[in-house]
């Protein structure tokens, strides 16, 4: 847990930087001796494309060209997310040797942005899973507790900025992909409004509900990536009313959820009143919809060399592939219903609070808990604002029988910089 | 095959009703004498509400207020499209005794055309078929050989006006329910473009294909109809140059065939240049399409009451209900490319023409033919055009085996009135 970047924010890099403590050299440096191969945070490091990228970056803040808040900062990207003359792995032997050609947009942004890429960070196979233990890499462990997962499907990125081996990782949400790692490892994981940053050279999982997201210490370092990501916060577009308080938060009920994690989260809004949504029966519409377009990414896949598949990820498919078209369809329209349904709950709160997860970390390999399968349990408190197209941010909120929880902050579309006003105000013990 | 109206354009019955030599009243006697209960093309008659229309309308024609050519003109409607105060069956055992409350869009249009709704046609059973033999009702006969069956699924309304009991009748066509009956039964059914016609009040197939349509003896009574139930011609968009000369026209390969009936078609365009165009890729668009829809509009009831769905119907919706929604989606991006390659094709020509059927009226109860099930073989020249939203009209092409062949004209979106044009045209022999 000692790695370079463990206790440093963006903030505090940018000042080094200018005032000449630090170099993106040195930064880059203290990123590469932080790997902790055990930890299988990364599975692709390129010290000498981020050695060059660091140099120009030192060259550009020596001459005074600022690029801004990430200029020669160390950055992880999500191995299904393209960064040229990189392998992109997606976690999975059917892309093995499998190099990209040019830059995800995401990617070219950071490097507008001078972010210095330092590699790839492993991922659930395909993005098709919350735990992070199912890949041809091998599972990513949890820096909190090596025996456990760190969460998925940006696992990687999760452990790499939890264990401090740099300070920002990109990662990819569909149903909770970046919001989990972050709080299975105790750091900050924001997923923007559905769009919001351009999805462009990231493989899919499911087009509807894929988002480009970032993990990071704090939400205040979050706040800085996604502005990085998205152009200056005046761009962000906010239906928001500025003159009104935008101090309104509702708690909304976990229902299926370890008592423990839902006690410590609750604490931290001891004001909000409690409001119900079917988050069921959202999960139900997320299931319908990501489990057909999954397989619509992957049925040649499926068809021609099953075996390439872990077994687990191959299961998934399957049973996938099996969706009924109809189910799909009714899916779609019970969406509509509860986006009226919550949108009218964001005409009485700014934020809706509650956990990230209704568990802590299981061990790796582990399938089933307490609450049942993992696979529905890990997103059941995530999946929804995906399914809505909402922005959510996880931040950390102590710890349960030893082990990092998250508390999730939810809120209207282009209304972003809520949640991180909000997140500033939380009084985690 | 004497009925009342047999011979006898809208044109002809217009300028009787003005001239004073016909009246309303005498109009719906010689459709209510000409009901051949034999045939089973009406499944419910209404002669007292009818009667009242057609004194209010013969009232009003002597007051000099003129609705235009439909005032005072007898129309049946299929029985999935509701009538105030009559029963929808939809051929089902399922509605049994449902009466519908209000009037469906277009039997409004029709009412406030002046014409006179004389009862309800039969129906396929949901109007999911082709064949009109399957139905609470029992088969719609074929007038020109009662062994026969009519063609579905709006069955009734196609014999009834090929039997000369009205001169004009509504029905649906999803797949080429409008179609296929006209052809089998030797007269004209026209398909406006998806949506021309509004479908509020009609029982839906699969709403992404479902069109009002209507069925008369000749396409330029097909012309007065669809003007009654879209507003003056000149309200119909039509992105056509008007200057460029409107003859082009292609014949499109039917690629499996009776070759009886290819060539008598195809002789009616002997200057036609032939193309291809991917017919069986298209209906398989269709295919996939129409069942998750048909389904999402059912599933309820074959999970709760499936012994009331006549035996062939239950066992098409129980394969339709496991179409996979990968498929849909892949069917959805499909039908993108064949919009583009038939749009291609009509920036070349202004009239693609085909055969309305590949083979002539088979026996009642037949379910499979030379070209194998009826099911796939009745669609297949008609359903692409629901695919790709177009305007179709087909129209007598002579008999082959004795039986009726249909000639198909398909056009742009909005160019409607080229279609008539060209068959106006057309030399049948």
């Known amino acids: 847990m000692g790695g370079f970047f463990r206790g440093r924010t963006l903030a505090d890099i940018a000042r080094g930087l200018r005032s000449g403590d630090e170099s993106p050299a040195g930064l880059l440096a203290g990123a590469l001796e932080s790997v902790d191969p055990d930890l299988n945070a990364f599975v692709t490091l390129d010290p000498e494309g981020a050695g060059a990228a660091a140099a120009r970056a030192g060259e550009e803040l020596a001459a005074g060209y600022d690029r801004g808040p990430l200029h020669g900062v160390p950055v992880a990207v999500k191995d299904i997310i393209d960064v040229a003359g990189l392998p992109t792995g997606m976690g999975s032997a059917h892309f093995e040797g499998h190099v990209a050609e040019a830059d995800a947009l995401c990617v070219t942004m950071l490097r507008d942005a001078g972010a210095v890429i330092v590699g790839k960070t492993g991922t659930h196979e395909f993005a098709y899973g919350g735990t992070g233990d199912v890949a041809v ?81 704090s939400a205040a370092d ?98 996938a592939g099996r969706t009924p078209a109809w189910r799909y369809l009714r899916a779609l329209r019970e969406r509509e219903r509860f986006a009226a349904e919550v949108a009218g709950l964001l005409d009485r709160y700014d934020i809706l609070a509650l956990p990230t997860l209704p568990i802590t970390a299981p061990k790796i390999g582990e399938t089933e808990g307490p609450l049942g399968s993992h696979v529905p349990t890990l997103v059941s408190l995530t999946c929804p604002w995906n399914v809505l197209g909402l922005p959510a941010l996880s931040v950390p909120a102590g710890t349960v029988h030893g082990l990092p929880v998250g508390a999730q902050l939810v809120t209207r579309r282009g209304a972003e910089s809520l949640l991180f006003d909000a997140a500033e105000n939380l009084a985690v013990a």
């Not at 091998?138 to 997962?149: F, K």
């Not at 949400?173 to 923007?192: L, M, Q």
């Not at 839902?262 to 489990?291: K, M, T």
């Open 137 to 217: 890499n091998g599972p990513v462990r949890n820096p909190h507790d090596r025996e456990r997962m760190s969460g998925g499907s940006s696992s990687g990125s999760g452990a790499a900025v939890a264990a401090g081996m740099v300070p920002l990782a990109i990662g990819t949400d569909t149903g909770g992909s970046v919001r989990i790692p972050a709080a299975f490892c105790g750091i900050a994981g924001f997923k923007p409004s559905y769009g919001a940053i351009p999805a462009g050279g990231v493989f899919p999982l499911a087009v509807s509900f894929d988002t480009v997201g970032v993990i990071a210490a």
């Open 222 to 319: 979050c706040r800085i990536a996604y502005r990085a990501l998205t152009g200056p916060a005046e761009a962000v577009p906010s239906p928001v009313d500025e003159s009104a308080p935008h101090g309104r938060v509702a708690w909304i009920e976990p229902l299926e959820i370890d008592p423990d994690v839902e006690r410590a989260v609750r604490a931290l809004f001891p004001d909000a009143p409690s409001e119900r949504i079917d988050l069921p029966g959202i999960r139900a519409v997320f299931r319908a919809v990501q489990d057909a377009e999954a397989y619509d990414v992957h049925a040649e896949r499926v068809a021609e060399a099953p075996g390439l598949f872990q077994p687990p990820t191959l299961e998934r498919l399957e049973r």
